[in-house]
């Protein structure tokens, strides 16, 4: 015979007592949650836009290629340059007319390299050259680091004559700032 059975107990519980509403933040503790908030959706917002443009090839454009004015018009440029600003312009001149060239002084169509351009702009005055030459190893030096070892090294490692030219460029104000 079966044994009877306890009799089903009640499980359910009283109902809870009404908590109390939690208490207001103050105006750091909010601000505080929304910094939290905020960073933690620009993380999100970020790494999102990384994945959406990660196969987008990027070309870096240099602010030099894209201002191609004198941001204070002169007169006459060659008026207040000293005597290597002058020698270090009349080389970029003669590489924009004759062109430039790479791994020779000067090529069999006339273009030169960097050392060419200065060399012909000297025109045989050696301590003009020289100075010239001091000044466009400080500029590229300036850009490129210590690790260059000369002007002809820096003229070949480059494809074409943008960074060449732009460093003549600098040079000649280089050239200007030291007074030289």
Avoid: K
């Amino acid at each position: 015979m079966p044994t009877p059975s306890a009799p089903p107990t009640d499980t359910a519980t009283a109902p809870a007592a009404p908590q109390a509403p939690p208490a207001p933040l103050t105006l750091d503790e909010r601000l505080a949650l929304t910094n939290t908030l905020m960073t933690a959706r620009l993380n999100e917002a970020a790494v999102a836009y990384e994945v959406n443009t990660h196969h987008i090839p990027l070309d870096r454009v240099q602010l030099d290629d894209v201002v191609t004015v004198p941001l204070t018009p002169h007169l006459d440029p060659q008026a207040d340059r000293t005597p290597v600003a002058r020698l270090l312009h009349h080389a970029h001149q003669l590489l924009e007319a004759e062109g430039w060239c790479r791994n020779v002084m000067i090529d069999t169509d006339g273009s030169r390299c960097l050392l060419g351009a200065v060399r012909a702009a000297a025109a045989g005055n050696r301590s003009l050259e020289a100075s010239a030459v001091d000044v466009l190893m400080d500029a590229i030096r300036r850009r490129f680091g210590d690790h260059v070892p000369s002007v002809p090294s820096f003229n070949d490692a480059w494809n074409g004559p943008r960074t060449p030219l732009r460093i003549l460029d600098q040079a000649v104000a280089l050239a200007d700032a030291r007074g030289c």
